[in-house]
């Protein structure tokens, strides 16, 4: 079974910036396509940013995000990153990375995807 790990949360101030990986053991990450969620407290866990399989050519992101947030894969280190920039108080959540696949073909990413597979997640908290 694909275990995801999140990394990289933490304490930043707004205005600042964290980079989120996640990883694999055991699994080649370049047949799955990979979202990132977040779920802040009291909240629904929602949708942040996915990247397609294989190659990464497509990504979506929530609209909260667009412009502040990239998401990439490394399928050479089997990792898919959040780089997440001019963060928030309202960006603070726990940040979870799940997985849709495997894909024999390249598969594109929707939120709305059967994500099979789930990281435990990493605390994200933006405060002064």
């Known amino acids: 079974q694909l275990r995801l790990v999140e990394s990289g949360g933490g304490l930043v101030q707004p205005g600042g910036s964290l980079r989120l990986s996640c990883s694999a053991s055991g699994f080649n990450l370049d047949v799955y396509a990979i979202g990132w969620f977040r779920q802040a407290p009291g909240k629904e866990r929602e949708g942040v940013s996915c990247i397609s399989s294989r190659d990464g050519s497509v990504t979506n992101y929530a609209d909260s995000v667009k412009g502040r947030f990239t998401i990439s894969r490394d399928n050479a280190k089997n990792m898919v990153y959040l780089q997440m920039n001019s963060l928030q108080p309202e960006d603070t959540a726990v940040y979870y990375c799940?997985?849709?696949?495997?894909?024999?073909?390249?598969?594109?990413?929707?939120?709305?995807?059967?994500?099979?597979?789930w990281g435990k997640g990493t605390l994200v908290t933006v405060s002064s």
């Open positions: 799940a997985a849709d696949g495997p894909h024999r073909f390249f598969s594109r990413c929707v939120f709305s995807a059967p994500w099979g597979s």
